[in-house]
């Protein structure tokens, strides 16, 4: 098993753990949360341009252009952001 080092306290950390136990800085695997946000809105304005490009018998279509997309988005940042890893600190001061 991998150990990392947080950035904050310089202290070792097993891969997986969710809390550094030096600094108490909470980490983060995978894809930011935003980038989920922008797959969603991207599918659903593709899925509504292909709707509006055919007929109406056909508008099927961009309901499978969206889900499509979709998938592709997340099979996508799954490799670009697979061995992401991200300490997240608060610093409060008194």
């Known amino acids: 098993m991998n150990n990392l080092v947080c950035p904050h306290c310089r202290g070792t950390v097993p891969r997986g753990a969710s809390v550094c136990r030096g600094c108490q800085a909470e980490i983060e695997y995978g894809a930011p949360s935003f980038a989920f946000l922008v797959a969603i809105i991207v599918s659903?304005?593709?899925?509504?341009?292909?709707?509006g490009a055919v007929p109406e018998r056909l508008s099927f279509l961009g309901w499978v252009v969206g889900i499509g997309c979709f998938i592709a988005a997340n099979v996508l940042m799954g490799k670009v952001f697979g061995n992401r890893v991200n300490f997240k600190r608060i610093y409060r001061t008194k």
């Open 44 to 51: 659903v304005v593709l899925g509504f341009k292909t709707s």
